[in-house]
């Protein structure tokens, strides 16, 4: 059975760094994974999706409408702007991270509210992680990703030592104690909800 996940977030959020360990972490299971992404205008703070399929064998990247098994989102409009494309028993994994989108900063439109209210209405399993705040207990904010990635690990079962090798293995050399920090975190804030 094919596993379909989308990763969105806003340009900056370290959206492709989260496909890619969580690519190379299905691949150290023996999966065949495929990897899909959009930038769109991701350097002005726009959207930003990754797609990333793993199974027995996957002949396709793209995530279609209502087919993804997990969203996990780095800012909670984002999780709700992509929520068509979850399946009718799927999980929202979101950070409660608000950035304003170019037209609410420019003053054409407002933020909208009661977004997790409405995330929690129409999805049955959601698990919502004050990421920012915990980056910011660890001294920098770039780490979101990685305590999101924690809290993934900690939703699927898998062991935080696990995920720990991967993080190594594909972050750069001085980042990794801090990032190793931010996945324990994110581990433990999930199994701590």
Known sequence: MTKNILIVGVGG???LLTGRIIGNYAMS???DVKMSEVHGMAQRGGS???QVRYGKKVYSPLVELGEADIIFAFEKLEALRYMPFLKKDGVIISNTQQIDPMPVVMGMAKYPEAILEKISSACSQTCFIDALSIAKEIGNVKVVNMIMIGAYAAYIGDSLEEWEVIVEKTV???TVAMNKEALKKG???YLNK
């Open 187 to 189: 581990y433990y804030a």
């Open 48 to 50: 930003v999706v990754m």
């Open 13 to 15: 959020q370290g959206t």
């Open 172 to 174: 750069p050399l001085h």
């Open 29 to 31: 299971k023996g999966f």
